[in-house]
């Protein structure tokens, strides 16, 4: 089987196929510590591309509480549970990836979700870790937590949907290493399904065929970022090329944030999909909890996201988030704001990074009425 | 003279007869061979439970997992395929009979799989080597054509398009984009305008797998290699399957010959090769997870008797193979004789 290198997990890996990357990859970039999982997002996409007949049970996008949510039900415990221990050792992987731990006849280790595991997207919303005990007080972490995940498909470098297709019907634009199942060639078998670790290819009831997140590519090709991005009422994303390390390209929003910054990082990297959607984790919440999620670099990020405000750029980078619905290609960040500018260098985007603060009397003279905040 | 040399002409004669039925006895194990019987008249075309198929021979194709590529079949849920066929000079029908406890008739639920079954003939005219090197699905430059028969078709044939309102009786949804008519709907009728279409992707692109009008259960495809099943253009079959106490009955219809290059054509100056495949839904067999017969020879019969291609021996037509051996062992034994006799009347 060819080796390909994983940049996430430190090492060369096994994958069925040779590496072949596009001329740039689509990423993007989700603070977990600002999501209010007001689903928003997954309504912009579900509006967008999953309100067709067939599509009832479909979130491309879908936002659930960690620990205890997951859509669809136990896609990621389940599948650690048959993936076995997972160590590092350093920022070496030394576990196996699913591509690795496959099971003779098949291309990577996973599950086929069962029918009612579709049926509660909204399971475990809301719920917190464990019980609070009389007289508990919130300290950092939080003894008692949760926070939320928002999903999409990872457009992975490595992607396993692809290498289980039989048919070759799945495959990665060279334009923009967006991940796309052929509507004509798919015939159902769903072995992509099967595989990919985060269950983001769905099977459409109807047409009897798989269908996947698009990554709003109508949009990216005119160089828009995508309808969940958009509409985040949090302004928690940014969508950006992502590269690998030695190619980083750090005044570009999320390399900036991904290998500059090393805030942002990808979700599950053990299963070695080399994914390209990547996540500030939360601050309030264990390591233990993260490290298995995030991998090793957990610690690093939480530090220097906490230091976000002796860190300009970082912050004009974070501010630039969820500011315009234009693609940011480059950033940059003088005398007190932080600016996007699209492939021609154009300004596409100008956030001051202090709000300014106005002040005003509580008393209207003209309408003699006292302003309050509260009724 | 010995008693040995006596009786070396009768060695002789019995040695080239044993070299000539054993190598015989090669080739039919090499091919064995299965036969669409004529019959004059009307075919069962559309009735796999006809008493039509009681008179029929029965051709046992063993079948086992796929494993030569992935994703393998671990296990086989199904070990042979019972075929049979028909042929009237005009249109030719088979029939797979195969026993499955579990009728697998849907493939809507994100987790259903439904029973399915093919044939698979080599486009192109391939001696009993050539194909087996070939192995299954064909390969670049050699055309396979596959007859594939899936259940979920054939309910929505019989029983019109399976809906996801009928796969989930307490569902609702009061909207969708473009919709007409009242919910919960029905497809293909309120669905059928072009922006409705539009949010049915695999429909709207023309795959046939999506398509909720379908009027056969049975695909006409071709195969080039592994992971290339294309449908084609001229879709030319007929076919009808039916569950009955444990056991699938599959009938599978064309004419002999068609006007479509993609399509085997069953002339009478050839033999074909033949494969069978089976997928058990209960066991989530799709694709590449099946089971399947090796190929086999079929040989057409006509009014006139079993056609095809002349058979050889060693390279000659049967006839002449035959014809050269006898006059060999005339020779042989007259010269024996001749050397016998001036002996004894020395
Ligand atoms: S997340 Fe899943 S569906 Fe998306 S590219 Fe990766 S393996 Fe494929
Ligand atoms: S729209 Fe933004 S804030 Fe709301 S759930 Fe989605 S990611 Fe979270």
């Given at each position: 089987?060819?080796?390909?290198?994983?940049?996430?997990?430190g090492?060369?890996?096994?994958?069925?196929?040779?590496?072949?990357?596009?001329?740039k990859?689509?990423?993007?970039v989700?603070?977990?510590?600002?999501?209010?999982?007001?689903?928003?997002?997954?309504?912009?996409?579900?509006?967008?591309?999953?309100?067709?007949?067939?599509?009832?049970?479909?979130?491309?996008?879908?936002?659930?509480?960690?620990?205890?949510?997951?859509?669809?039900?136990?896609?990621?415990?389940r599948?650690?549970?048959?993936?076995?221990g997972?160590?590092w050792?350093?920022g070496?992987?030394?576990?196996?990836?699913?591509?690795?731990?496959?099971?003779?006849?098949?291309?990577?280790?996973?599950?086929?979700?069962?029918?009612?595991?579709?049926?509660?997207?909204?399971?475990?919303?809301?719920?917190?870790?464990?019980?609070?005990?009389?007289?508990?007080?919130?300290?950092?972490?939080?003894?008692?937590?949760?926070?939320?995940?928002?999903?999409i498909c990872?457009?992975?470098?490595?992607?396993a949907?692809?290498?289980?297709?039989?048919?070759?019907?799945?495959?990665?634009?060279?334009?923009?290493g967006?991940v796309?199942?052929?509507?004509?060639?798919?015939?159902?078998?769903?072995?992509?399904?099967?595989?990919?670790?985060f269950?983001?290819?769905?099977?459409?009831?109807?047409?009897?065929?798989?269908?996947?997140?698009?990554?709003?590519?109508?949009?990216?090709?005119?160089?828009?970022?995508?309808?969940?991005?958009?509409?985040c009422?949090?302004?928690?994303?940014?969508?950006?090329?992502?590269?690998?390390?030695?190619?980083?390209?750090?005044?570009?929003?999320?390399?900036?944030?991904?290998?500059?910054?090393?805030?942002a990082?990808?979700?599950?990297?053990q299963?070695?999909?080399?994914?390209?959607?990547?996540?500030?984790?939360?601050?309030?919440?264990?390591?233990?909890?993260?490290?298995?999620?995030?991998g090793?670099?957990?610690?690093?990020?939480?530090?220097?996201?906490?230091?976000?405000?002796?860190?300009?750029?970082?912050?004009?980078?974070?501010?630039?988030?969820?500011?315009?619905?234009?693609?940011?290609?480059?950033?940059?960040?003088?005398?007190?704001?932080?600016?996007?500018?699209?492939?021609?260098?154009?300004?596409?985007?100008?956030?001051?990074?202090?709000?300014?603060?106005?002040?005003?009397?509580?008393?209207n003279?003209?309408?003699?009425?006292?302003?309050?905040?509260?009724? | 003279?010995?008693?040995?040399?006596?009786?070396?002409?009768?060695?002789?004669?019995?040695?080239?007869?044993?070299?000539?039925?054993?190598?015989?006895?090669?080739?039919?194990?090499?091919?064995?061979?299965?036969?669409?019987?004529?019959?004059?008249?009307?075919?069962?075309?559309?009735?796999?439970?006809?008493?039509?198929?009681?008179?029929?021979?029965v051709?046992?194709?063993?079948?086992?997992?796929?494993?030569a590529?992935?994703?393998?079949?671990?296990?086989?849920?199904?070990?042979?395929?019972?075929?049979?066929?028909?042929?009237n000079?005009?249109?030719?029908?088979?029939?797979?009979?195969?026993?499955?406890?579990?009728?697998?008739?849907?493939?809507?639920?994100?987790?259903?799989f439904?029973?399915?079954?093919?044939?698979?003939?080599?486009?192109?005219?391939?001696?009993?080597?050539?194909?087996?090197?070939?192995?299954?699905?064909?390969?670049?430059?050699?055309?396979?054509?596959?007859?594939?028969?899936?259940?979920?078709?054939?309910?929505?044939?019989?029983?019109?398009?399976?809906?996801?309102?009928?796969?989930?009786?307490?569902?609702?949804?009061?909207?969708?984009?473009?919709?007409v008519?009242?919910?919960?709907?029905?497809?293909?009728?309120?669905?059928?305008?072009?922006?409705?279409?539009?949010?049915?992707?695999?429909?709207?692109?023309?795959?046939?797998?999506?398509?909720?009008?379908?009027?056969?259960?049975?695909?006409?495809?071709?195969?080039?290699?592994?992971?290339?099943?294309t449908?084609?253009?001229?879709?030319?079959?007929?076919?009808?399957?039916?569950?009955q106490?444990?056991?699938?009955?599959?009938?599978?219809?064309?004419s002999?010959?068609d006007?479509?290059?993609?399509?085997?054509?069953?002339?009478?100056?050839?033999?074909?090769?033949?494969?069978?495949?089976?997928?058990?839904?209960?066991?989530?067999?799709?694709?590449?997870?099946?089971?399947?017969?090796?190929?086999?020879?079929?040989?057409?019969?006509?009014?006139?008797?079993?056609?095809?291609?002349?058979?050889?021996?060693?390279?000659?037509?049967?006839?002449?193979?035959?014809?050269?051996?006898?006059?060999?062992?005339?020779?042989?034994?007259?010269?024996?004789?001749?050397?016998?006799?001036?002996?004894?009347?020395?």
């Amino acid at each position: 089987m060819p080796k390909v290198y994983n940049w996430q997990i430190g090492r060369e890996m096994d994958y069925p196929y040779e590496a072949a990357y596009p001329e740039k990859q689509f990423g993007a970039v989700f603070d977990i510590n600002k999501c209010i999982a007001c689903q928003t997002c997954t309504l912009a996409c579900k509006n967008a591309w999953t309100s067709g007949r067939g599509q009832e049970h479909m979130f491309f996008n879908n936002v659930e509480t960690k620990p205890y949510g997951s859509y669809p039900l136990g896609w990621d415990v389940r599948l650690l549970e048959q993936l076995g221990g997972q160590s590092w050792s350093g920022g070496v992987y030394t576990g196996k990836t699913v591509f690795e731990a496959a099971p003779a006849g098949r291309a990577a280790l996973g599950f086929l979700p069962e029918d009612e595991d579709w049926a509660h997207p909204n399971h475990g919303e809301d719920e917190v870790a464990g019980t609070i005990d009389t007289g508990a007080y919130f300290t950092l972490p939080h003894p008692v937590w949760m926070f939320y995940l928002q999903r999409i498909c990872n457009h992975c470098s490595y992607p396993a949907c692809l290498a289980s297709c039989p048919r070759k019907a799945i495959y990665k634009r060279e334009e923009d290493g967006i991940v796309l199942i052929d509507q004509t060639r798919c015939r159902g078998y769903r072995e992509c399904a099967r595989s990919c670790p985060f269950k983001k290819v769905l099977y459409n009831t109807v047409t009897r065929v798989s269908e996947k997140c698009i990554a709003c590519y109508p949009l990216v090709e005119q160089g828009r970022q995508t309808y969940c991005t958009l509409s985040c009422i949090g302004r928690i994303r940014i969508n950006g090329w992502v590269n690998f390390p030695d190619k980083a390209v750090l005044d570009s929003p999320v390399d900036f944030l991904v290998h500059g910054r090393k805030v942002a990082l990808p979700l599950y990297p053990q299963f070695g999909l080399n994914v390209n959607i990547y996540y500030i984790p939360p601050i309030h919440v264990p390591s233990e909890f993260l490290l298995q999620m995030f991998g090793p670099g957990v610690p690093n990020a939480i530090d220097t996201y906490k230091r976000v405000k002796d860190d300009p750029e970082l912050l004009g980078v974070l501010l630039l988030m969820g500011s315009t619905d234009k693609w940011i290609e480059k950033f940059r960040v003088k005398e007190g704001f932080a600016y996007g500018y699209d492939a021609k260098g154009d300004e596409v985007s100008r956030v001051p990074l202090k709000e300014p603060i106005y002040i005003r009397p509580d008393f209207n003279a003209a309408t003699g009425a006292f302003l309050h905040n509260t009724p | 003279m010995t008693r040995f040399s006596k009786y070396l002409p009768l060695m002789f004669v019995l040695a080239l007869a044993i070299a000539l039925s054993s190598n015989g006895l090669a080739l039919a194990q090499a091919q064995p061979q299965f036969i669409s019987a004529y019959q004059d008249g009307d075919l069962p075309v559309a009735d796999p439970l006809s008493a039509a198929w009681d008179s029929v021979p029965v051709y046992t194709a063993s079948v086992t997992p796929q494993s030569a590529i992935k994703p393998t079949l671990f296990q086989a849920t199904i070990s042979s395929i019972d075929v049979q066929s028909l042929n009237n000079g005009k249109d030719i029908v088979f029939r797979l009979v195969w026993t499955d406890e579990t009728q697998d008739l849907h493939a809507t639920k994100p987790d259903e799989f439904r029973d399915a079954a093919a044939l698979q003939f080599s486009v192109q005219d391939l001696d009993a080597e050539q194909t087996q090197k070939i192995l299954c699905m064909g390969a670049a430059g050699q055309l396979t054509n596959l007859w594939h028969w899936k259940a979920d078709w054939q309910y929505d044939v019989d029983e019109g398009f399976f809906d996801v309102v009928d796969a989930y009786p307490n569902f609702w949804l009061d909207h969708y984009p473009f919709v007409v008519g009242e919910p919960p709907f029905r497809l293909p009728t309120d669905f059928n305008s072009d922006s409705a279409k539009r949010y049915l992707i695999g429909w709207s692109a023309g795959n046939p797998l999506s398509d909720p009008a379908r009027v056969t259960p049975v695909e006409d495809l071709n195969a080039y290699g592994f992971g290339t099943v294309t449908s084609q253009a001229n879709q030319d079959l007929l076919g009808r399957g039916v569950w009955q106490d444990g056991k699938w009955y599959v009938v599978f219809s064309r004419s002999l010959t068609d006007n479509d290059a993609a399509d085997i054509q069953f002339t009478t100056d050839r033999s074909f090769s033949i494969a069978f495949a089976a997928w058990d839904g209960s066991d989530q067999q799709v694709g590449a997870r099946k089971q399947l017969s090796t190929w086999t020879t079929m040989l057409l019969e006509t009014k006139e008797g079993i056609a095809g291609p002349a058979k050889k021996i060693l390279g000659l037509p049967i006839g002449a193979a035959i014809a050269v051996g006898v006059v060999v062992v005339l020779v042989i034994l007259g010269g024996v004789l001749l050397v016998m006799r001036r002996r004894k009347a020395a």
